[in-house]
């Protein structure tokens, strides 16, 4: 396959050479279907671009793990509008939690409806927001509001593999009051390919609009994100749904596994400002947005926020590849402990922390 999408015959042997003069850029990348459907146009240029592509930055959502969801509302403005300056196609502002199970949050742990119009008004400019919704952690029938009564376009249903039919019957609230939907499967290096593709077969047969796959310990590598996204993209296909990559970045592998999941057919493309996002972070948006060549995206206001907003934020959060994420990654286990040994006296306690992980499984 090349950058492009189309078969080559040389994907597959790592001593074969590529023709730069003949690849597209991989941000160009034709229709997924087009390598295997003969009538589907070939396109093979460094000057084309996938406008079925969608960015989505969960940089508030996400980072919110790591301060417990606490940002200044300017903060939250400046990413808004740098978002929307940009040309990005969604901004997810942070969960629909329940406050009978998380009393003591920060504002975008909960996304009131005064708290999203603080931020947007009554009228998104130019862009879509969602939220995320946890299984069995969000009052869903009474904190989702309908669609008509609210600035949000999309919710987003987070489970494990454990929680699908729970989640499924979010989704079908979320569908019924008139958002758009996906469905995250977390901690997908964990789960069994048998109960994988029995949870995909009933998830994609629900109203979902958009299946994500999910390395939610920055676990994987580029290879199983490209096997992995395709059993995705077949069975979402077959059912009308797209496929979505959100990656960790453990191994400092978030962007490549998300570039590997668009080539393989994801069209929804997470990614957060300076890789802002729980432990080792997300795949950082300013690299995406510098790969992919769809003129309505635009760097430069990205890059003003970062400048701006995350350089001083260094100085507070801690977050972004080190050895004890990478560590947890390798291990294929929730980063819980890194990110507990990053907030202790000891932070860079690398060896001890190492045999602590490993000392059962040696």
Same mark, same amino acid.
């Given at each position: 396959?090349?950058?492009?999408?189309?078969?080559?015959?040389?994907?597959?042997?790592?001593?074969?050479?590529?023709?730069?003069?003949?690849?597209?850029?991989?941000?160009?990348?034709?229709?997924?279907?087009?390598?295997?459907?003969?009538?589907?146009?070939?396109?093979?240029?460094?000057?084309?671009?996938?406008?079925?592509?969608? +960015?989505?930055?969960?940089?508030?959502?996400?980072?919110?793990?790591?301060?417990?969801?606490?940002?200044?509302?300017?903060? +939250?403005?400046?990413?808004?509008?740098?978002?929307?300056?940009?040309?990005?196609?969604?901004?997810?502002?942070?969960?629909?939690?329940?406050?009978?199970?998380?009393?003591?949050?920060?504002?975008?742990?909960?996304?009131?409806?005064?708290?999203?119009?603080?931020?947007?008004?009554?009228?998104?400019?130019?862009?879509?927001?969602?939220?995320?919704?946890?299984?069995?952690?969000?009052?869903?029938?009474?904190?989702?509001?309908?669609?008509?009564?609210?600035?949000?376009?999309?919710?987003?249903?987070?489970?494990?593999?454990?929680?699908?039919?729970?989640?499924?019957?979010?989704?079908?609230?979320?569908?019924?009051?008139?958002?758009?939907?996906?469905?995250?499967?977390?901690?997908?290096?964990?789960?069994?390919?048998?109960?994988?593709?029995?949870?995909?077969?009933?998830?994609?047969?629900?109203?979902?609009?958009?299946?994500?796959? +999910?390395?939610?310990?920055?676990?994987?590598?580029?290879?199983?994100?490209?096997?992995?996204?395709?059993?995705?993209?077949?069975?979402?296909?077959?059912?009308?749904?797209? +496929?979505?990559?959100?990656?960790?970045?453990?191994?400092?592998?978030?962007?490549?596994?998300?570039?590997?999941?668009?080539?393989?057919?994801?069209?929804?493309?997470?990614?957060?400002?300076?890789?802002?996002?729980?432990?080792?972070?997300?795949?950082?948006?300013?690299?995406?947005?510098?790969?992919?060549?769809?003129?309505?995206?635009?760097?430069?206001?990205?890059?003003?926020?970062?400048?701006?907003?995350?350089?001083?934020?260094?100085?507070?959060?801690?977050?972004?590849?080190?050895?004890?994420?990478?560590?947890?990654?390798?291990?294929?286990?929730?980063?819980?402990?890194?990110?507990?040994?990053?907030?202790?006296?000891?932070?860079?306690?690398?060896?001890?922390?190492?045999?602590?992980?490993?000392?059962?499984?040696?």
């Amino acid at each position: 396959m090349t950058a492009q999408g189309g078969d080559t015959g040389a994907r597959h042997d790592p001593g074969a050479r590529h023709d730069p003069g003949t690849q597209q850029h991989p941000g160009t990348q034709q229709h997924p279907g087009a390598a295997h459907d003969p009538s589907a146009p070939q396109i093979d240029s460094w000057v084309t671009f996938r406008p079925e592509l969608k +960015v989505l930055d969960c940089t508030i959502r996400d980072g919110g793990l790591m301060n417990d969801h606490r940002f200044e509302d300017s903060f +939250v403005q400046r990413i808004y509008e740098a978002d929307v300056a940009a040309g990005i196609d969604y901004v997810e502002l942070g969960y629909k939690a329940d406050r009978k199970i998380f009393a003591d949050a920060g504002p975008w742990k909960y996304c009131t409806e005064d708290d999203l119009r603080r931020i947007v008004g009554d009228s998104p400019d130019g862009i879509k927001l969602t939220v995320m919704a946890d299984a069995e952690r969000t009052d869903y029938h009474t904190d989702i509001l309908p669609r008509e009564q609210s600035v949000l376009s999309g919710i987003r249903i987070a489970a494990y593999v454990n929680q699908v039919p729970a989640a499924l019957d979010m989704v079908k609230d979320a569908h019924d009051k008139g958002y758009q939907t996906t469905f995250n499967l977390m901690a997908l290096s964990t789960v069994q390919e048998r109960d994988l593709l029995d949870a995909l077969e009933v998830i994609v047969a629900s109203p979902v609009d958009v299946v994500y796959v +999910v390395d939610s310990f920055g676990a994987f590598y580029s290879e199983q994100i490209r096997d992995l996204t395709g059993k995705f993209v077949k069975l979402a296909h077959e059912a009308g749904k797209e +496929v979505g990559i959100h990656a960790h970045n453990n191994q400092q592998l978030a962007y490549a596994n998300t570039i590997e999941a668009m080539l393989a057919g994801a069209t929804w493309l997470d990614a957060t400002m300076c890789g802002l996002g729980r432990g080792a972070g997300n795949c950082p948006l300013e690299l995406l947005l510098g790969f992919l060549k769809n003129p309505k995206f635009h760097l430069r206001p990205v890059l003003q926020c970062v400048q701006d907003l995350f350089v001083p934020l260094r100085q507070e959060l801690d977050w972004g590849y080190s050895i004890p994420y990478m560590l947890t990654g390798q291990l294929n286990i929730h980063p819980r402990m890194a990110i507990k040994l990053r907030e202790s006296s000891t932070p860079d306690n690398y060896v001890e922390f190492y045999d602590a992980l490993t000392e059962d499984t040696d």
